[in-house]
């Protein structure tokens, strides 16, 4: 059974720092796109990184990238964000979706974002709240 188990979100001050991690079974991350996608309350859900292994390719989307960098262990297997300088506006619940592909991760994220998809499977998600 293929599953994706997202962990680490949590209460983080302004500034802080989180680091999520998406843990993969049932398959191996060759020809996988995996991104990480969120949702905050009354927003539209966007794509925030992805990482590609058919290319070795990521993508981050504009308003995270030089704070989140986004990384794979493809012996565990598990895909990490690691999410620096938080602010209020990353408030959100966060998933990973997954899809074998080889579009490369700028277009994946693009057209994951646009289409208000996350892959071709995702898991239940792990909320962020960033608050003073």
């Known amino acids: 059974e293929v599953q994706l188990v997202e962990s680490g979100g949590g209460l983080v001050q302004p500034g802080g720092s989180l680091r999520l991690s998406c843990a993969a079974s049932g398959f191996t991350f060759d020809d996988y796109c995996i991104g990480w996608f969120r949702q905050a309350p009354g927003k539209e859900r966007e794509g925030v990184s992805v990482i590609c292994s058919s290319d070795d390719s990521v993508a981050y989307a504009d308003s995270v990238r030089g704070r989140f960098t986004i990384s794979s262990d493809n012996a565990k297997p598990s895909v990490l964000l690691q999410m620096n300088n938080l602010r209020p506006e990353d408030t959100a619940v966060y998933y990973c979706?997954?899809?074998?592909?080889?579009?490369?991760?700028?277009?994946?994220?693009?057209?994951?974002?646009?289409?208000?998809?996350?892959?071709?499977?995702w898991g239940k998600g792990t909320l962020v709240t960033v608050s003073s």
């Open positions: 979706g997954a899809e074998q592909t080889s579009v490369g991760a700028a277009f994946w994220l693009s057209i994951n974002t646009i289409n208000d998809r996350l892959g071709e499977f």
